[in-house]
């Protein structure tokens, strides 16, 4: 599978801003296509090449003119029509809602294809792992599974209920990731029937839903599983990590467990990912990232201690 198989991301331009991002408009959309190309310089290190996917390839290839004048990061670029649809334009991660149309497409490809984040880089050094691929070919899919990332932060019986309120019937459904999905022609088939499926149900839901994302649907179509498909986690193989270098609600991971996978998800490090195109070194990628951990946790030490401290005081009542 790994000599077949294609990389894939979506920059799918809109006024709308990130929510993860303090930038909007050309700022946003530059700094976007520079994760794209350190992702792209990521792969062509592994002998692999990037497919940007987007609805205007025109600013897209004038971004990136402007950022590499000279032509020495491979990637393509590939611009599809998007139906329109009656996804609010304020929505919470609008553009990245349209993954859900690009599974009709690899449906129709006889390769293998790999739908992954723009701000996600390759280690290199890990490409062993790729075995897995070639060795386990009975595997229709691989997907990430991060319940034990969303369900301390909002609550295992939050997160299942809303699956459940789309339709899913599965008893302790999990919770899929949105960076990482990799597969044949018949997961991504699987996908498109049942995502489109629930669309209406999660739109009409939206207001009630402790998500707003692709990663809802996704999720409740995995969860599903209507065709018995054999679907591994790419989450415990090693082969991808969402880290986070800032506070979250559940227990993070150190930063040494980058260094034994395949994939790094780099969600709130996009400063450090967007000058990755330029050094190109995994090193020092590594490096930034651990000190912008270090100094946001140790940031956040001295309020976390505050706050300890005043509940242990007399006469303190905290709900």
Not at 139 to 167: C, H, K, N
Request: net charge neutral; hydrophobic share 40%.
């Amino acid at each position: 599978m790994w000599s077949e198989l294609q990389f894939n991301t979506l920059l799918f331009l809109t006024n709308e801003p990130s929510p993860n991002v303090h930038r909007t408009g050309s700022r946003l959309r530059s700094l976007y296509v520079r994760q794209a190309l350190s992702l792209a310089r990521s792969l062509n290190s592994c002998g692999k090449n990037l497919r940007v996917i987007t609805n205007n390839r025109e600013e897209i290839e004038e971004l990136i003119v402007r950022e590499v004048p000279c032509e020495r990061i491979d990637l393509q670029v590939t611009q599809i029509e998007f139906p329109t649809w009656s996804l609010p334009e304020h929505a919470n991660f609008f553009a990245a809602h349209h993954k859900l149309f690009l599974f009709s497409h690899f449906a129709e490809e006889a390769h293998p294809n790999c739908l992954i984040d723009v701000d996600v880089v390759i280690n290199h050094n890990n490409l062993s792992l790729t075995k897995l691929f070639d060795e386990t070919p009975q595997i229709d899919g691989w997907v990430y599974d991060i319940s034990d990332q969303v369900f301390p932060a909002y609550g295992t019986q939050a997160v299942q209920e809303d699956m459940r309120l789309l339709g899913v019937s599965h008893p302790f459904p999990r919770w899929y990731g949105g960076e990482f999905v990799m597969g044949g022609p018949r997961l991504f088939a699987y996908l498109h029937e049942q995502c489109q499926r629930y669309i209406q149900s999660y739109l009409s839901l939206l207001s009630q839903l402790h998500h707003v994302g692709d990663e809802c649907v996704v999720s409740a179509a995995l969860n599903q599983n209507s065709q018995n498909l054999m679907l591994a986690d790419a989450g415990a193989s090693g082969l991808v990590v969402r880290q986070w270098t800032g506070h979250t609600l559940h227990v993070g991971k150190p930063c040494g467990v980058l260094k034994d996978c395949l994939l790094w998800h780099l969600p709130d490090a996009k400063g450090a990912l967007s000058r990755f195109y330029k050094h190109g070194s995994l090193d020092t990628l590594y490096r930034n990232v651990c000190w912008q951990t270090s100094c946001r946790r140790a940031a956040r030490a001295p309020r976390a201690l505050v706050r300890m401290l005043s509940r242990l005081l007399p006469g303190s009542v905290h709900g």
